[in-house]
């Protein structure tokens, strides 16, 4: 890899991680968004919690994404390739469900992709509706996926990860790059649109390609720096 791309690939890691870590995004049209998987993006984070997010992930998203990149007809889509979709197992982890206040049921884990679990509901009214106890889910390492299928976009989802000190987090790449191979097999199709249903609400655009997960969104940048080699 050349100066210039590793440098164009810093830069693109920066942008992509504010852009599904920590947007705000302005809900559209069910048709319009699934024309455009695209979605408007106002930024609403103290500086503070942006820059302990942001590099507290960068490196871990960066050995888990190959390739990210904007979409040079609009300079604010950003799309992240994930290497590989994550490889999902079924198990029960009860401590896990109690500590969201749901019923025991079956628990998808992923291997990697911020230890992800998913669990799925009757719909997406569960979804919303789920109201975690965060001291106990705190103890867990798990990055909790609470999903069920969407009313406006196919699929609704939330992620908790209280053990990496975030109770909620709003926009979240990694938990749909482990989602897309659970939905894709349950829709009968290899792409879908996703809401996350946290207070400030994002959508996505996911996809599997090749063995290959790919998240994508419309976004605003948040944070612009420079790398010296």
Not at 11 to 18: G, H, K
Not at 200 to 217: F, P, Q, S, V, W
Request: charged content about 25%.
């Amino acid at each position: 890899m050349n100066i210039r791309r590793l440098l164009a690939v810093l830069t693109t890691t920066v942008v992509a991680i504010a852009v599904f870590s920590f947007t705000r995004v302005t809900q559209p049209s069910a048709q319009s968004f699934k024309q455009t998987s695209q979605q408007s993006v106002q930024p609403e984070v103290p500086d503070e919690i942006a820059y302990r997010h942001l590099f507290r992930y960068v490196g871990k998203l960066k050995k888990q994404a190959d390739e990210l990149e904007g979409n040079g007809k609009d300079a604010t889509s950003y799309r992240t390739h994930f290497k590989r979709a994550a490889n999902l197992s079924e198990a029960r982890e009860p401590e896990l469900c109690r500590a969201l206040g749901l019923a025991d049921s079956p628990v998808w884990l992923a291997d990697g992709y911020n230890d992800a679990a998913i669990v799925e509901v009757a719909d997406e009214a569960a979804v919303r509706a789920v109201k975690p106890e965060f001291a106990a889910l705190k103890s867990i390492r798990r990055m909790a996926v609470v999903t069920a299928r969407g009313k406006e976009q196919d699929v609704a989802s939330r992620v908790f990860v209280p053990y990496l000190g975030i109770d909620e987090d709003p926009v979240t790449g990694s938990a749909h790059a482990a989602l897309a191979p659970y939905w894709t097999k349950r829709l009968g199709r290899n792409e879908f649109t996703a809401l996350q249903a946290s207070s400030r609400t994002g959508m996505l655009h996911c996809r599997l390609e090749d063995g290959r997960a790919i998240i994508g969104g419309r976004c605003q940048t948040v944070i612009v720096g420079q790398f010296q080699l």
